[in-house]
Structure formats: structure tokens, C-alpha cells
């Protein structure tokens, strides 16, 4: 018995694309003993900061799967909030980082060089979406990697202001969340915020914030930017960017309309203004391509990436176009950004994406789309159902006809699919998130969808 606890001798993934067939297993209701004891000391000890959903307490995980400290077994549909893109352990992913650490831990990127980080910067640079030249700045983590485009943003431009979306969620220092805008709770007594922020209606046709149907409307809220916020309160010379997630993750999973993102490119242009695309929960093959910005063919000035892109390992980046490259050797560092350990692993998971990882987010995406639209039509109180490749989302409703939220079933529900070995996650008002690891195959697709239909059958 390991100091973990019980070791059930489940197996990682046999290729890149299909982990082996193992299957939810609760041999004591958690949380058992052994969780119970580590959760009480967290109590005691860890800020009172954390959110910590369900008592889940982690010993090992493999491929889509994930033990707990008392030996139950969960298959993972949340993939540590879309981090372990690879699957959790993938052996590629260990070995790279294995090697790595054998070699050197540090050396500080921002002053010197070594191979890794020069790999990473041109493998980046040459998979972001778009003809232009890019250039990459290599971060710890996604809400440094938006503080770095706000700045990057503002020197390149000569301008101050930005613009984000309500629902948005990019971060939570203090530039990041300035920017965000998807829960009260994430900025309530922080304030005063970063000047210059303002915050205009996403792309979310299922909850219109001007009660228009879409494609009726033309796009009303990406037009209503130049017809009201620009001829009243902003004018677009003072703006550096717009900073959009093409898919909101913490908002709800919202996939906007496929024209929206193009017309907020073209507005971009005719102003001037940057387009900054946050792919920290999108990226590294989640919906199917490398970025999800590609689905609706444009190329962002900036585009920012995090999560996925390290397999669980801390490490971010932003990737610009040259013509928006334009600060100064100095003008911005990180002592850890660009980790030679942490470059390891990121090189090892685009390499598993670009292989069959992506692919295989597009196919199981479509079946896992398909399986919860099926439980849409057995369950009234699923309200609406989208996503792209393996990141979609669930809307719950207390009624259909008036949409009311009903952020009660999603806690409920994350708590019974917990019981029974699936590990959820809610967001936005009353959404669901599923984004399960890219390793995922049919058998798990089928698992979780069943697990699902049974909570369901409980809580609805």
C-alpha cells in the first residue's frame, strides 16, 4: 500500500489517441477515511480562499481516469478545468519532463537561452492560426499571459482602453480581472480596477441581452459597438483591443454565432484595434483544431494560450504577430516563464495533439454533442446544449419557456455524478461543463453519458 493509499494497478493510455478500458469504481462512498483526514487538515490549514467543489481527494490518475486516496476510481469529464489535455500521466508527457529535469530545473528564460524554450517560441509562433509572422512570449500561467497582452496591447497601439465581454473570465490578478466579468463573488471588495475596461455583451444567442433572435438580428451586438458605445461614450482611437474567449469557458460554455468572431475581426480592423483571442481553456486541440479560432478562419493580433498547453505542467504564452510585436528588450520578463521542465511537456503535448489528439476531440466531441442532446429531449430541465469538439456545454432551466436559471440542479448534479465516479463541473449561471481529456474513446463517452442519464434521473 502506497503512502497514497491502495494502488488498484489501472493502467495508463496504450496509444496516444485511446487510453485503455478501465472503468468508475467506488469501493467506499466518498469521501472515504483517508479523504475525510485530508480534508480536514485543508480545512484547518489552507486559505479560505479556495472553492474546492466536492471533496475529491487525488492520489494517482491515468489517462481519463483518476483514483482518490481510499481507491475509488473516477472517469474524469472535467480534465482538472480542460489542463490535462493529454490525459493525466501520459507516458510521452513523463518522459519529456522526466528527461528534462534530469538535465537542468532553471536558468531564467528572459536572460538566457536553452533549447527548449527557442523550440517552443518558433513551434508556437508556426501552429497559431493565421499567414503573419509570429513571435512568442512563453508565460506560468494564463492570467500572466493576459497581463502581458494588456501591456503588449497598450505599447503597441499608444492607446488605453480595452474592451471585454460580460461572461468573460480571463484571470485573477488584477489586470486579468479588470477583465473579467463572469462572477460577482471574483471581483466584490478588490476594487479599485483597471482604468479604461469596458465590458459589452457576448456573442450568447440562448440568453440575448437585447432580446433579439439571431440571425434575425444581424448581429445587433456586435454592430450596437460602433451605433451606441462608440458614438457615445468611447471613441475607437482611444481603444488598444478587444479581448475575447472564442468559446467562454467560465461563463457557460457559450459558443457564439459563426459569423460573430469574423465581425468583430473586421470591426478590429476598420478602428485600428487589436484583436486578442484568450484560448487559455480553448486551445491545444480541445474543440477539435489546434485553436478554436480557427473554426471560424481568423487570424487574432495576439492570441493567448495556458491549460492544455503544459499537460498539467505550469506554463502559458502569448503569441502575437510581428506587426503587433512592439516593445523593447526589457519591456516585460518572468524568472519562470518558460520553465526548461515545463517546455518539455508542452512540446510533448502539441506533439500528441498535432498526431491524433485533435482529431480525436473532433469525433468524440461530435458523439458526446450527440449523447447529451439525446438527454436534452428525455429532461426538461436541459435548456440548451453546445460545444465544439470535446468542450460542451449544458445549460440547466427551471422552465424552458422562460429560461429561468436553475443553478441548483448543476450542484446536485455535480455532487451525485461525484457518487457515482464521474467527475463534473459547473460554470456560468447554470451551465455544465464536460471537457473531458482528448484521450477519451467511445467506452468513456458511453460511461459518462450513462452516469449522466442516471444522476439526472435523480436530480431532475
Known sequence: ???????????????????????????????????????????????????????????????????????????????????????????????????????????????????????????????????????????????????????????????????????????RTYGAMSLTCSKVKQRAGFGPFLPGIHHVPYGYCYRCDYGKTYPECALHCVRTLEEDLFSRELSPNDVAAIFVEPVQGEGGYVLPPPDWLPALRALCDRHGILLVADEIQSGIGRTGRMFAVEHSGVEPDILLTAKGLGSGMPIGAIIATEEATRWESGAHGSTFGGNPVCCAAALATLDLVEEGLADNAARMGERLLNGVRALQDDFAVIGDVRGLGLMVGVEFVRDRETRAPAPEIVSALERAAFDRGLLILGCGRSSLRLAPPLVVDEEDVNTGLGILRQCLGEVA
Open 1 to 171: 500500500m502506497s503512502a497514497g493509499g491502495p494502488r488498484s494497478g489501472f493502467a495508463g493510455p496504450a496509444t496516444a489517441t485511446k487510453p485503455s478500458h478501465d472503468y468508475p469504481r467506488i469501493v467506499v462512498p466518498p469521501p472515504g477515511p483517508r479523504a475525510r483526514e485530508v480534508v480536514e487538515r485543508d480545512a484547518r490549514f489552507a486559505s479560505s480562499c479556495y472553492i474546492k467543489e466536492y471533496p475529491l481527494v487525488v492520489a494517482r490518475g491515468r489517462g481519463a481516469m483518476v483514483e482518490d486516496v481510499d481507491g475509488n476510481r473516477f472517469l474524469d469529464f472535467m480534465a482538472g478545468i480542460a489542463v490535462a489535455a493529454t490525459g493525466h500521466s501520459h507516458p510521452r508527457v513523463v518522459a519529456a519532463i522526466q528527461a528534462a529535469a534530469a538535465d537542468f530545473l532553471h536558468i531564467c528564460g528572459s536572460d538566457f537561452h536553452y533549447p527548449a524554450l527557442a523550440d517552443l517560441c518558433e513551434r508556437l509562433a508556426r501552429v497559431a492560426p493565421g499567414p503573419s509572422p509570429k513571435r512568442t512570449f512563453v508565460t506560468n500561467s494564463g492570467t500572466e499571459a493576459v497581463e502581458g497582452a494588456i501591456k503588449l496591447a497598450r505599447r503597441a497601439t499608444g492607446r488605453t482602453d480595452i474592451i471585454a465581454f460580460k461572461g468573460a473570465f480571463h484571470g
